[in-house]
């Protein structure tokens, strides 16, 4: 068993190396253009931009899109999106297009606006769902708007695809590859009865590397167990400790009007200076079962995180009886290796983990059944091997910091561990949450 998790951990080092995430491995954004028609000077498009990856959502402020035309293309005309700058337009006369950058950035239209501008699957002001919080119909997931080019091509064998697509999901980390030329996608017409082809299909495939969006990690994991009263803080500096100058020592310090539109974190002052904590707590000890409670503290005043994910590796999650208050979900990333899932909110009850202060913290308990031939509270078997929050793997504190199993309390009976365990339940409810 250890030296398959070693073994793991290499290759997922290795994958590493090729931003590639071990755990999602398929995981990418696509953006599908679909030529629907010709027009006198170019064509009319229908984009579709898809998050497929499990885990990782696009959150406020939303996705931007942007790309470099190949020849000297404009927009005419945009629906449910539009691009950010209109650019130099003045060689036209009579009809100004909406864009004449050599390289327009788009973003989604806010919910709300008037029909004559939307079009299916558009105006959710840039959000995407994780592909695996998804339900059957997956249109959270995905963005459409529609383009009409002009100053293009107006043949397959003319058109010239646009090129270098910069995807922000909404910060930096994606890295897209070229436009590929695809089979035309196919639409099925509403009564089934009649299928449709667009006249041209490319796909642009962009992939996410945690390295290439931020220099430090965003949420760190803390650990405790019932048989030992010690609690293995965050690291020290985990996220950095770049804000260490300007965190807030206590939320009533905290000017509750002024700061809603300011988007750069605003934080709690912590010793590891992270936004998120997620602290794994190994609760109790049944005969047949075990039981962790997980807790994500948010230390950021300026955000509340909605539509959050959290996954988790332990050998251990392929056993999982029951999840309290949250969903779960088994992601199985290498197909019979079932260690890893994603915890996510319910909607309306903890989908939002709100901001730094009184409410901003989630909570749930996991009972999961003891395998006999690999359960042991020994060497830090009960801790999980990984953690993401928001897609973004977090910092875990060293293994030799690890709560150890007292030496005297390797026979404890079940009952002595009980009594333990709510001893330092106790102390863990008053401990924890005031760091
Ligand atoms: C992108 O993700 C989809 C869905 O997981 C997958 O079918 C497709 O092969 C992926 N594309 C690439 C280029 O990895
Ligand atoms: C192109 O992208 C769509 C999703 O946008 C996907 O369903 C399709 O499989 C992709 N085609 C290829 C050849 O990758
Ligand atoms: C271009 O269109 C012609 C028919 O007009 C078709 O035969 C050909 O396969 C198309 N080529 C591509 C690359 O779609
Ligand atoms: C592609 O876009 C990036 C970022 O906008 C820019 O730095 C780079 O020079 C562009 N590359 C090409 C070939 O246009
Ligand atoms: C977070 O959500 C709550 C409730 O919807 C709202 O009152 C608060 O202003 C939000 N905070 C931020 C930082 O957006
Ligand atoms: C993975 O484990 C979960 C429970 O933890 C179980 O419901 C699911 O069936 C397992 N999947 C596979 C492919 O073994
Ligand atoms: C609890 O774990 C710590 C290591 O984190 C260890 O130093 C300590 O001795 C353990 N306590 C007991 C009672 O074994």
């Not at 996991?366 to 078997?381: A, I, P, R, S």
Request: proline share 7%; with cysteine; hydrophobic share 35%.
């Amino acid at each position: 068993m250890r030296i398959l998790i070693l073994s793991i951990c290499f290759l997922a080092l290795i994958y590493y190396a090729a931003a590639y995430d071990p755990l999602d491995p398929n995981g990418n954004v696509t953006i599908k253009w679909d030529i629907m028609s010709w027009t006198p000077d170019g064509y009319v498009a229908m984009v579709a931009i898809n998050n497929f990856q499990m885990y990782r959502h696009i959150g406020d402020p939303g996705w931007k899109l942007s790309w470099t035309w190949a020849k000297k293309e404009v927009i005419w005309t945009m629906m449910g999106a539009q691009a950010t700058e209109q650019g130099d337009c003045s060689k036209f006369k009579d009809n100004i297009p909406h864009c004449c950058e050599k390289k327009p950035t788009v973003v989604d239209l806010l919910p709300g606006v008037p029909y004559n501008q939307q079009v299916a699957n558009c105006c959710h002001g840039g959000l995407l769902n994780a592909w695996g919080q998804e339900t059957d119909d997956k249109t959270g997931s995905m963005s459409q708007f529609q383009v009409s080019v002009g100053q293009a091509g107006t043949s397959n064998k003319t058109v010239k695809l646009p090129k270098n697509f910069t995807f922000l999901g909404p910060g930096p980390g994606y890295t897209c590859g070229p436009a590929k030329v695809v089979p035309p996608t196919t639409f099925l017409a509403q009564d089934r009865r009649r299928k449709t082809q667009a006249l041209m299909t490319w796909n642009v495939t962009c992939t996410y590397s945690q390295f290439l969006a931020r220099k430090y990690p965003s949420c760190c994991v803390s650990l405790s167990t019932f048989y030992n009263e010690t609690i293995t803080p965050c690291p020290t500096c985990a996220c950095g400790c770049e804000h260490k100058n300007n965190c807030v020592k206590s939320d009533k310090k905290i000017d509750m009007v002024g700061h809603k539109k300011d988007r750069s974190p605003l934080l709690h002052c912590t010793h590891h200076m992270c936004p998120i904590r997620v602290h794994w707590h190994v609760k109790v000890n049944y005969k047949e079962y075990w039981r962790v409670k997980l807790s994500i503290t948010n230390f950021n005043y300026h955000t509340n995180y909605t539509q959050w994910t959290l996954v988790a590796q332990h050998p251990n999650l392929n056993k999982v009886t029951q999840v309290f208050s949250f969903n779960y979900k088994p992601l199985v990333p290498f197909g019979s290796i079932n260690d890893t899932g994603m915890f996510y909110g319910t909607k309306f009850y903890n989908d939002l983990l709100m901001e730094a202060g009184p409410y901003g913290s989630v909570q749930s308990e996991v009972l999961m059944q003891k395998d006999e031939n690999t359960f042991t509270f020994k060497q830090g078997w009960a801790f999980p091997r990984k953690v993401y929050f928001n897609g973004d793997e977090c910092k875990l504190p060293p293994p030799e910091s690890y709560p150890y199993l007292p030496n005297s309390g390797v026979n404890l009976s079940v009952s002595v561990l009980a009594m333990v365990s709510s001893f330092i339940l106790i102390v863990f409810s008053f401990g924890v949450f005031s760091d």
